[in-house]
């Protein structure tokens, strides 16, 4: 019987998440609360063997990732299903912003998330698509040992859903802040055991305030 521990992890904060700015495929970098999570998730998960470490190619995700790497001396690979979904024309735009000047399609976004087509970007039914048959993939390519993936908030939302084998339209539901952990034990590649759900008690050193899920 093959087994896989499967870590997730979100990148630390950006400036842009700590201002509720959508961020998407902008490239926006750590700040230093951002990098102190990242190496507090690095120092959580360090007495582990890594097999893998695979990120988003874009740098918060990808700098979370090599700091995580780091006691491992390992390489990190980028995987661009992993990436962040496209929000579109949202990008780089305050979350007051949008509900003030798209009501429509912010109120679709907030009560119906998977019929989400952004303008500009993404369809959900496409990014879920995309990021868990990378899932699968990775699952696929490592019968065993542990293997991380750094990523986002919705594709990690996402990733989380299926692997609890709950409905695509509630993906919403899934909490995922950033730094948290969560852990499943995977067997055969189709048997998902959630062992661990959004755990950031390895941040609690930082003092950090009690943030929004953004």
């Known amino acids: ?15 842009w998440n ?3 700015i959508f961020r ?3 490239d926006v970098r750590l700040n230093a609360t951002g990098i102190a999570q990242a190496d507090a998730a690095a120092d959580a998960l360090k007495d582990r063997v890594f097999e893998a470490v695979y ?3 874009l740098k918060r995700a990808y700098v979370t990732a090599k700091r995580i790497a ?4 390992i390489e990190v690979r980028e995987y661009e299903a992993f990436v ?7 990008q780089g735009l305050k979350e007051s912003t949008v509900k003030e000047k798209n009501p429509a399609g912010y109120d679709r976004w907030t009560n119906s998330p998977g019929s989400m087509k952004f303008p500009g970007g993404d369809s959900m039914k496409k990014a879920w698509k995309r990021i868990n048959t990378g899932l699968r993939e990775v699952l696929f390519l490592h019968g065993v040992g542990t293997v991380v993936i750094v990523s986002h908030r919705i594709p ?4 989380t859903t299926y692997l609890l084998g709950r409905k695509f339209e509630k993906f919403m539901d899934v909490a995922h802040d950033p730094c948290a952990i969560s ?3 995977v067997e055969n590649v189709r048997n998902f055991r959630p062992v661990a759900l959004n755990d950031s008690s390895h941040l609690r050193r930082l003092n950090l305030p009690r943030v929004d899920d953004f």
Do not use: C, Q
């Open 156 to 159: 990690l939302k996402m990733m």
């Open 183 to 185: 852990i499943f034990e």
């Open 70 to 73: 780091l006691p491992h001396e």
């Open 84 to 90: 962040d979904i496209n929000y579109g024309t949202w």
């Open 55 to 57: 990120s988003s190619p």
């Open 18 to 20: 700590a201002a509720k």
């Open 24 to 26: 998407g495929h902008e």
């Open 1 to 15: 019987m093959s087994k896989i521990e499967l870590i997730l992890v979100r990148h630390g904060e950006t400036d």
